[in-house]
């Protein structure tokens, strides 16, 4: 892990790896452990290698005994690298899917979910297929998707993973998530790694409950609206009955023909 030979590392002093910060927290686990306050201890620090690079480390220290009675130590050294790598990509990947929670439209979330996958998750593709439910078919979105046409049913794997609800790997390296009844994401990994597969797995869901609160917020306008529209037509029949009302109160005092029309034209003006 540092680049030092065995033979430069055996007997030499702690100070070769780690600064004097970090011994001295070494020396405070220490005495916890000898004192018997702790059975484990934990020390995460940056270690100096051969190159004069740093490298991120944790190491487990326990207590033990040697056969004369006195009291050691032993300490087991892990690089964690990945482990921070994968905290700052989760950082990454949280922060821009918060963008989601001001996506207005269901293209706007596909495209925000399409690039978050490329730049963030490294993914060498991505493309979102929403379901155009009014010609029943996936239209792709994102930047991957190019020039690529509609998936309709029986068109292949997409198709078969909106209607089966199961990821699924294609014929030709890509992957297939479903965002529930909102559509299917497609990517093509570098690798297979548990942690990347669990990141797709974070933004997948990002995308399905962000296409969710789109769909509802946009239904709950079209409710607004259709009673906006009820109210309208409403307010336009009291109107019209009240029209009515007054022409006919015409009618009825009305002695001549002319009175008549008169009086209908005037009411009918005025409103």
Not at 39 to 65: K, N, Y
Not at 69 to 91: E, K, W
């Amino acid at each position: 892990m540092t680049g030092y030979t065995e033979a430069e590392l055996v007997g030499a002093n702690a100070t070769l790896l780690a600064d004097e910060e970090t011994i001295s927290e070494a020396v405070e686990l220490t005495q916890r452990l000898q004192s018997g306050d702790s059975e484990v201890g934990t020390l995460t620090a940056e270690l100096e290698t051969a190159d004069g690079s740093t490298l991120p480390v944790e190491t487990r220290f326990s207590p033990f005994r040697h056969c004369d009675g006195t009291l050691g130590q032993v300490g087991v050294v892990r690089d964690i690298s990945d482990r921070r790598r994968f905290a700052r990509t989760l950082a990454d990947l949280h922060d821009s899917t918060r963008q989601l929670l001001r996506a207005g439209t269901r293209a706007e979330v596909a495209r925000i979910i399409a690039r978050t996958a490329i730049d963030i998750l490294d993914l060498r593709s991505s493309t979102i297929y929403l379901l155009d439910r009014s010609e029943n078919v996936l239209r792709p979105v994102g930047p991957s998707a190019g020039p690529a046409a509609p998936v309709g049913p029986d068109d292949g794997p997409v198709w078969d993973v909106f209607v089966g609800g199961a990821d699924v790997s294609g014929p030709t390296g890509e992957s297939y998530w479903p965002l529930g009844e909102h559509g299917v994401m497609a990517a093509r990994l570098d690798d297979e790694d548990g942690r990347t597969a669990e990141l797709v797995e974070l933004l997948v869901s990002s995308a399905e409950a962000a296409l969710a609160r789109v769909d509802r917020e946009r239904a709950l306008k079209e409710r607004e609206s259709e009673y906006r529209r009820q109210n309208d037509q409403l307010r336009q029949l009291k109107n019209v009955n009240e029209i009515i009302r007054r022409v006919d109160r015409v009618l009825v005092d009305a002695d001549t023909v002319g009175e008549i029309e008169q009086a209908v034209c005037e009411e009918l003006t005025e409103s």
